[in-house]
């Protein structure tokens, strides 16, 4: 079987298997599963710059913050249709990553993760001490799922988790769609090429640093978007999104399902959501056991859990040696 | 031959206090194919850094068919039409052959920023690409990744890389440093067929002086960052000051030396 016609199979059986869910399983499954979504939008669109651009950003949270209180304030302001309120967070997202990326990428490696790092420190104290504005520490709350209304025509409620949980798999499926094909495109070589050879690439005819900020700004979009879909989903917006705690959550997810495919950091997602569920019901010191996964995975199969996968299948499908 | 192709004024650089161009005022013209010689530390690549934009101009001018281009940033330049290989290989290493040829087809017509259309269907840069590939004899080797390749293909795809910007002037930095003879007979035979075809014009860096003085039409000796002599080979061959740089030996004896690497 061709690649492309495996990974097609292998997306679809995914996809009905999440449609599924609902259905199937229980309350707490369904809201696991959107968590684990929400954390796939946030990794997927964050391993375009790490993995694709091979650009690490410490910062990331600042902007699935702008997005969970851009669309918290438009809901309060504006208008409590939700597809506007995804709109205006990740509009706000864009603006901030606009504006953070064009200070960054300037600079690279470790100056870069440090500038983005700073940013996103700034943004979280910002948010912090707004209390007028933000909610302080208490975050933005009462943030309500209106049903979404097209035109007044008909509406779609998504008041109970069940039912926003197929919008959420909506954007989750549109995220994975939109970052495979950026993967496959002449944008996405061009960003393999800065990965692996700036220098040469800006020799090549291209100008790297706008598409450094290109690619910064449309992470920080897929970020927004996630960050918007969690306000939703937990009615609240709170100032630790954008905690540099938060911010390395794609890294460690991208590191642990592996840098170099698109569906490494949906693996990881799924693997760091379910074992911080199972890890916490024993011990409050879940990172402790957390780390411990990732320092074998670094160690021993730096591929993460896709490559590794990925490695053994052709191994076992080689010619010859079988 | 008409307007120049590439003209400098008064082009400095120094490195604290060596110096390693001084006051060059360099023509360039359009389908000469020249070679730029020198001992080592003559400013030889230097002069390549400053006209492509790898260093800073610290003092003069360079003007590229009538316009100023001192302070363009390396892509600006690399599509007006003036593109380099590097002497130590210098390509996409995790990437196939194809795609590393692929990547100044696609930035050179404008398709690098298309983020949803697939790669696989830009047929037209499909077809130029492996155009590029035949001309440097790597079209068998296209799926291979760069990292995979004898450092021959490997210089072969250097220079493929720099094609494919489709330059309207290339400077090759010792395109063949380290290539063994036949690989070295292929690759000049090449940038000879090319230089014909009248597309590009060649400015070429070598330390082999019969690679030199069997492709160039025109040589520049540089000396210490200044230009010793600049001519024909014969003019050159014949050159006394030339002579008393390379230690008064006989040029012949003297040219056959080669870079270690």
New interface residues.
């Given amino acids: 079987m061709k690649a492309e016609t495996r990974n097609a199979a292998a997306a679809a059986a995914v996809l009905l298997a999440l449609c599924a869910v609902p259905f199937l399983a229980g309350k707490f499954t369904v809201y696991l599963t959107m968590r684990i979504m929400l954390l796939g939008i946030f990794a997927v669109g964050y391993n375009l710059l790490l993995g694709q651009t091979g650009l690490l950003s410490f910062g990331h949270g600042a902007f699935y913050a702008a997005g969970a209180y851009g669309l918290g304030f438009f809901g309060l302001h504006v208008s409590g249709h939700p597809l506007f309120g995804v709109a205006a967070g990740v509009a706000a997202a864009v603006l901030l990553a606009v504006l953070v990326g064009y200070l960054c990428v300037r600079h690279t490696e470790i100056y870069f993760a440090m500038l983005t790092l700073a940013c996103g420190m700034m943004v979280f104290s910002l948010i912090w001490n707004a209390r007028e504005i933000t909610g302080g520490d208490d975050g933005l709350i009462g943030i309500m799922r209106s049903p979404v209304s097209f035109f007044g025509l008909f509406k779609i409620p998504i008041g109970t988790d069940r039912q926003f949980y197929f919008f959420v798999l909506v954007f989750f499926a549109f995220s994975v769609w939109a970052a495979h094909r950026i993967r496959q495109s002449p944008f996405g070589l061009a960003l393999a090429g800065i990965r692996e050879n700036a220098r040469r690439s800006e020799f090549a005819g291209v100008p790297v640093r706008r598409y450094r900020l290109a690619v910064f700004v449309l992470s920080g979009a897929f970020a927004g978007l996630s960050g918007s879909l969690e306000a939703l989903l937990e009615s609240n917006a709170r100032p630790f999104m954008a905690h540099w705690t938060h911010s390395a959550e794609p890294v460690l997810v991208s590191l642990l399902g592996g840098l170099s495919s698109l569906a490494g950091p949906l693996v990881g997602g799924a693997i760091f959501v379910a074992m911080r569920e199972i890890i916490q019901r024993f011990t409050e010191n879940w990172m402790l056991g957390f780390g411990i996964v990732l320092l074998v995975i670094i160690m021993g199969f730096r591929g993460g859990v896709m490559g590794t996968l990925s490695a053994l299948f052709r191994k076992a499908t080689a010619p010859g040696e079988g | 031959m008409g307007a120049p192709l590439l003209t400098t004024e008064k082009l400095s650089n120094h490195f604290g206090m060596v110096c390693t161009a001084r006051d060059l005022d360099l023509r360039f013209e359009r389908g000469v194919l020249t070679s730029i010689i020198g001992p080592n530390g003559a400013g030889k690549s230097t002069l390549i850094n400053l006209l492509?934009g790898h260093l800073p101009v610290q003092a003069g001018k360079i003007l590229f068919q009538g316009r100023e281009i001192t302070r363009l940033?390396?892509?600006r330049r690399?599509?007006m039409g003036i593109?380099?290989s590097?002497q130590v290989v210098?390509?996409?290493?995790?990437?196939t052959v194809a795609?590393n040829v692929?990547?100044?087809v696609?930035?050179?017509t404008g398709?690098?920023?298309?983020?949803?259309?697939?790669?696989?269907r830009?047929t037209a840069?499909m077809r130029e690409t492996e155009a590029f590939l035949e001309k440097v004899a790597l079209l068998t080797e296209r799926d291979t990744p760069a990292t995979a390749l004898s450092h021959g293909d490997l210089r072969l795809l250097e220079v493929g890389?720099?094609l494919?910007?489709a330059p309207t002037l290339l400077f090759l930095d010792e395109p063949t440093a380290g290539m063994n003879p036949v690989e070295r007979v292929r690759l000049l035979e090449n940038i000879r067929e090319l230089a014909r075809e009248g597309r590009t014009t060649f400015v070429v860096v070598e330390h082999d002086m019969d690679v030199v003085f069997s492709l160039s039409e025109r040589i520049i000796v540089l000396h210490r960052g200044e230009v010793l002599c600049d001519g024909t080979p014969e003019a050159v061959r014949a050159d006394a000051k030339v002579r008393e740089v390379y230690l008064g030996d006989d040029v012949s004896d003297l040219f056959r030396y080669r870079e270690e690497e």
């Fill in positions: 492509t940033p390396i892509h690399v599509r593109c380099r590097f210098n390509v996409f290493p995790e990437l795609q692929m990547i100044p696609l930035a050179r398709r690098s920023w298309r983020p949803i259309r697939s790669l696989s830009e840069v890389v720099a494919a910007a």
